[in-house]
């Protein structure tokens, strides 16, 4: 098994802002501009999002800091916390241990242990995602909020904000749609309608849908099948699936023992299987025809995050103990198009990830969350307690197997909170980071010939890039 | 129902008299009557049609999620009718008993007074016999919808295959099975949308898939012209609209259906049709012509008075409700337009003879001619509300178009420029799908 030895890091005093065939480039941080290396982001949107952008955030508790404490009968004050926070509210002012138990989870803290992104309820930056089509991107912040950025300067950056939108958990935007975006947050999932050609800044919620189930929340991963039909939720405290059919507000349920929630659901890319992870030890594999699954269990902890190869055969996990990132190969009923016959019958250890401290840069420790980029070819990787991003080279010849490529700093005081891919980049794959400052970096993994290829030929050539990547990585 | 506790209770005493009624027994028994035949108005009349689960699983699986929800509705459900029940017993029980005593010679008895449990009584036997109802329905809609795989050829004559059954209005089950099954096919099976993207033997013919796209032309054009005509339908002196199909649109005659049309571009605007018509002998013709004008002038008075005096009103059908006969199917255009679409996209790989490409055209401006829907000022939000399922039924519809449209135009948009497209249908697709 390989481990982290093998990556390097940027001088001292750079950060990393591009790899380019194969080579990463560091720079300064004084003087840093990815475009002296690469044009292919240069009309991405620079974002920065200070703390000072952010709108304050009501808790609603705002009115009790005016008022003292006074003595009242207990009788009154029972009615008083009845009104105010219901029957759990005057049970707990009577015995306030037995309580604890029923009540069902406190969110932020639950969802903060849960959530993919590192450091949830502190930083800024709270999700990102990128259209699956155009070159716009989808930034939930701590403020509850939700900004979509398009490369266009002149173009106004519409706010989504609701009252009811509290705890953003995840955000998803709707496949063969140009306009559709599912956010995902503490009570339920709203999906909102976002007009690019209206020039409204803040849309307003008469045109989203509100999708809610009272046993459902917190709402913590959502994903969308690649038809943009179906809508899968799951939520931290309810072991119950729901699959949506948006517009009619109709659920089926997907449901099995074994734990007492769910953390994460992923589509794979071809719409075949769909990976749901609960909170306890089993993680399943469904098929979407039948909606069977296959059930897979760690040994110790819970899986903390997985992502699909673009071909929906091999599914990477990682748990949130051990610094081990695994791999399975899952099987694929459907008969004609099949290169494997059955699924691997256990996990295979890729990548030994064990913190280590490479230059005086500490690296590794458990994942807090992993991505692929779309062509499968990559795989980022955020730790739980480093704040560097690594990034792999996934390798499928002879076997599967991980190859470390680069690491991704950034500043000095920053920290990594959450990892995305742009979903439709010509010349290769980009990574896209929010980083605890609020600042959202892009780094492009650039091949040049793919680059020119797709320059002069709109429609990018995959068998010439498939060709190309394999004999790369493999010299 | 009501039995066992008439039975424990048959013989009260009554003061050395042989027969008087327990009322109790009584008031369960009618009550029984009376939930029968509240669930049959409210329910059984009311809600007719199937529903479709979001995703298929197992029976057990679906059965075991939701006896317990089904349990506990019967029981909130039951409260009405038992409310209502103890407010009519209330009233006129005492009537009842009294006529009930003369029919059939019962004595009065006057001291035996109803338990306070038997409301409980009542409301338990109300909600079980919900409970049942509802079983009932559950798996008679669990049977009905569970997906069927249709043949794809004529094994025999009589036996039914996807193609036709799409257009199979008289069994509604039947054409929402095929659909769904066409849906499914078309993004799961790779070996039977094969099956429409061949040529049959002997003739080399694509049979299979222009039997196919004709009949989904065909539904959809239906379901346009209904929505067309609901929304014109106010003005009754307005002509019939016939539903914008742009003259470029190919829809060809069924005979010519097998004739590939290889260069796709619109008809030559060199050539002129010519349209050849028998002009009528002069001596015969004058008549009829004022027979058919007279008959039309009959035919606007009769539709004014029928409007004047609101029998259009009470017996004619509703502009409204065509359009709510029209969501109600509304879960069919959505399998039918995704499927389709789909499986258009899937030809881009898989269809080696090009057998799709002649019919593109007409499926995207059949597919965008269903934006009708977004016009009906009855389905406004302000009109329907949130709740409403027309309203939800309108924005699945919709929304399934736009997707299918989007794939299409995704799949297809190196080739987009040399569809013969109305300007109409290519105004639109640009509101749908900006690259």
Same mark, same amino acid.
């Given at each position: ?88 509210? %005057? ?42 089509? %155009? ?341 | ?41 409210? %329910? ?36 009405? @009718? ?37 409301? *409980? ?46 257009? *199979? ?94 260069? *796709? ?14 002009? @009528? ?12 004008? *007279? ?141």
């Amino acid at each position: 098994m390989r481990c982290l030895t093998d990556f390097e890091v940027p001088n001292d005093g750079e950060i990393s802002l591009c790899e380019i065939n194969g080579r990463m480039h560091a720079m300064n941080y004084n003087y840093a501009n990815v475009n002296a290396f690469t044009n292919t982001v240069e009309n991405y949107p620079k974002i920065h999002i200070t703390r000072n952008l952010l709108h304050p955030v009501s808790s609603g508790d705002e009115g009790r800091a005016l008022f003292l404490p006074v003595n009242v009968s207990f009788l009154k004050q029972l009615t008083q916390v009845y009104y105010e926070q219901g029957l759990v509210g %005057v049970t707990h002012r009577f015995h306030p241990q037995s309580v604890d138990r029923f009540e069902r989870y406190s969110s932020p803290s639950l969802i903060n242990e849960v959530s993919q992104a590192r450091n949830w309820s502190c930083d800024t930056i709270r999700c990102i995602t990128w259209h699956p089509y %155009v070159p716009k991107l989808a930034v939930a912040t701590c403020d509850d909020n939700v900004r979509i950025f398009s490369g266009d300067d002149n173009s106004i950056t519409p706010l989504l904000r609701t009252k009811q939108q509290r705890n953003i958990t995840c955000i998803a935007w709707r496949p063969l749609s140009n306009t559709e975006l599912a956010v995902g947050h503490e009570n339920g999932i709203i999906v909102w309608n976002v007009d690019p050609n209206s020039s409204v800044a803040r849309p307003s919620i008469s045109n989203a849908m509100i999708l809610q189930r009272i046993e459902h929340r917190p709402v913590v991963s959502i994903a969308w099948s690649p038809k943009g039909d179906k809508l899968i939720s799951v939520a931290a405290c309810d072991n119950t699936i729901l699959v949506w059919d948006v517009e009619l507000d109709k659920t089926s349920s997907l449901k099995r023992p074994g734990g007492s929630g769910n953390i994460l659901v992923k589509w794979s890319p071809t719409g075949e299987k769909l990976f749901t992870c609960t909170n306890g030890l089993t993680f399943r594999v469904w098929d979407c025809r039948t909606w069977e699954n296959e059930r897979w269990s760690v040994l110790d902890g819970r899986v903390q995050s997985a992502c699909w190869s673009n071909c929906g055969t091999t599914l990477l996990f990682a748990t949130n103990i051990e610094p081990i990132i695994y791999g399975v190969i899952v099987k694929n009923d459907l008969i004609f198009s099949s290169d494997v016959e059955t699924s691997s019958t256990q996990a295979i250890p890729l990548f030994d990830a064990t913190k280590i401290d490479i230059d005086g840069v500490l690296v590794g420790g458990p994942v807090q969350c992993m991505e692929s980029d779309p062509k499968g070819k990559h795989l980022a990787v955020l730790f739980q307690d480093t704040s560097c991003v690594a990034v792999f080279n996934i390798v499928r010849e002879p076997g599967l197997q991980l190859i470390a490529s680069s690491l991704v700093t950034g500043l000095p005081e920053e920290k990594s909170s959450t990892i995305s891919f742009v979903q439709k980049f010509d010349a290769g794959a980009c990574l896209t980071i929010g980083w605890s400052s609020g600042r959202i970096q892009y780094y492009p993994i650039v091949y040049t010939d793919l680059a020119s290829n797709s320059d002069s030929n709109q429609t990018s050539n995959t068998s010439l890039y498939s060709s190309f990547s394999v004999s790369s990585f493999n010299k | 129902m009501a039995l066992p506790v008439a039975g424990r209770r048959s013989v009260p005493e009554c003061d050395g008299q042989n027969y008087c009624l327990n009322e109790g027994a009584f008031f369960l028994i009618i009550s029984g009557f009376w939930t029968g035949l509240y669930y049959f108005l409210k %329910v059984y009349i009311s809600e007719k049609h199937l529903t479709f689960p979001v995703i298929y699983q197992r029976k057990v699986l679906q059965l075991k999620a939701r006896i317990l929800p089904l349990l506990k509705e019967s029981f909130a459900l039951s409260l009405w @009718p038992t409310f209502y029940f103890t407010i009519l017993y209330w009233c006129w029980g005492g009537d009842l008993t009294y006529n009930f005593n003369r029919t059939f010679g019962i004595l009065e008895n006057a001291k035996e007074s109803m338990p306070s449990l038997i409301y *409980l009584h009542l409301w338990m036997f109300g909600a079980i016999y919900y409970f049942n109802m509802s079983l009932m329905r559950f798996f008679f809609n669990l049977f009905l919808t569970e997906p069927v795989e249709f043949p794809l050829f004529k094994e025999t004559p009589e036996s039914l295959c996807l193609q036709e059954s799409i257009t *199979l209005q008289d069994l509604p089950i039947v054409q929402s099975l095929a659909c769904l099954d066409l849906h499914s096919l078309a993004q799961w099976s790779k070996s039977r949308r094969q099956a429409f993207f061949s040529l049959s033997q002997p003739g080399g013919h694509p049979h299979n898939w222009n039997s196919l796209i004709e009949n989904v032309l065909k539904l959809l054009n239906e379901y346009t012209e209904v929505l067309n005509k609901s929304v014109e339908s106010p003005e009754l002196s307005k002509p019939v609209q016939v539903p914008a199909v742009p003259p470029c649109a190919i829809r060809p005659p069924d005979r010519f259906r097998n004739l590939r049309n290889m260069c *796709l571009t619109p008809p030559d605007p060199g050539t002129i049709d010519v349209e050849i018509s028998h002009s @009528p002998l002069p001596g015969f013709g004058l008549p009829s012509v004022l027979a058919e004008k *007279l008959k039309q002038k009959f035919q606007a008075v009769l539709n004014v008075i029928k409007m004047l005096l609101g029998i259009n009103f009470l017996f004619g059908e509703l502009p409204q409700a065509s359009v709510q006969k029209c969501l109600a199917n509304g879960h069919i255009i959505v399998w039918i337009s995704q499927g389709v679409s789909v499986l258009a996209c899937a030809s881009i790989a898989e269809d080696r003879y090009g057998i799709v490409q002649k019919d593109l055209p007409g499926i995207i401006t059949t597919l965008q001619g269903l934006d009708r829907l977004n016009k009906m000022p009855a389905l406004a939000r302000k009109m329907a509300g949130y709740d409403d399922f027309n309203y939800r039924m309108k924005g699945a519809v919709t929304s399934a178009v736009k997707r299918s449209l989007f794939n299409l135009c995704m799949t297809f948009s190196a080739y987009m420029k040399e569809f013969p497209l109305g300007k109409d249908v290519v105004l639109y697709l640009q509101t749908v799908y900006k690259a």
